[in-house]
């Protein structure tokens, strides 16, 4: 009985070894074309978080927005973050769509950043060509306005997670830290650009 219980002990730990073996597998390398592609998702976000810091308070301010609601739209897109990151990490983690776990949410986070976008930069503009009666007018041009920032900033904090989860599902421990330092090139570069951005204009 003892040899038996020690060969059967002996086939867990060779099971368990190959299944150990098998998870970790290293990635293979990818080409420096491949991870300066990827950071340029960053470098979007980036570009638009420049767009966002120059052109809101005055899209803002030139709506009527009152002084009452302009603390608040700043305030919704942390505490949804706040509430609901968690959810789509985990959702994240556990996706089984063939375009693979992150993807989906990147594409769909992208999206809905341009959307933002185009919310808060031209809502006012649609407004006022689909309504005639000046006090709808405004009540719609601020909602829509406020509904663009806050959908904006949601998505652009919240796609940074999947961003970076790509390149460490993917790649290898030397590729992530290329990739990482990448990221830190782009986003240093249009950190730059966006404090260009908000300088005034002499």
Not at 78 to 92: K, M, T
Not at 112 to 139: E, F, Q, S
């Amino acid at each position: 009985m003892g040899g038996n219980s020690g060969q059967a002990g002996g086939h867990i730990c060779k099971s368990l070894a190959d299944h150990d073996s098998f998870d970790s597998v290293e990635p293979p390398k990818r080409p420096t074309s491949r991870l300066i592609m990827h950071s340029m998702a960053m470098f979007g976000r980036e570009f638009c978080y420049a767009v966002e810091a120059a052109y809101v308070t005055p899209v803002l301010l030139s709506v009527g927005l009152p002084n009452s609601l302009y603390s608040i739209v700043w305030f919704l897109s942390p505490i949804l973050g706040f509430l609901l990151q968690p959810v789509v990490g985990s959702a994240s983690d556990h996706c089984r769509s063939r375009w693979g776990r992150r993807r989906p949410y990147i594409l769909t986070l992208g999206v809905m950043m341009l959307v933002g976008m185009a919310l808060y930069l031209n809502g006012d503009t649609v407004v006022a060509a689909l309504i005639a009666n000046p006090r709808k007018k405004l009540v719609w041009a601020i909602s829509v306005t406020m509904i663009g920032v806050v959908l904006f900033d949601f998505a652009a904090d919240f796609i940074d997670g999947p961003i970076k989860a790509y390149l460490f599902d993917v790649c290898s421990h030397q590729d992530k830290e290329k990739g990482l330092h990448y990221h830190a090139l782009f986003t240093g570069r249009e950190y730059s650009r966006k404090s260009l951005l908000q300088l005034p204009r002499q």
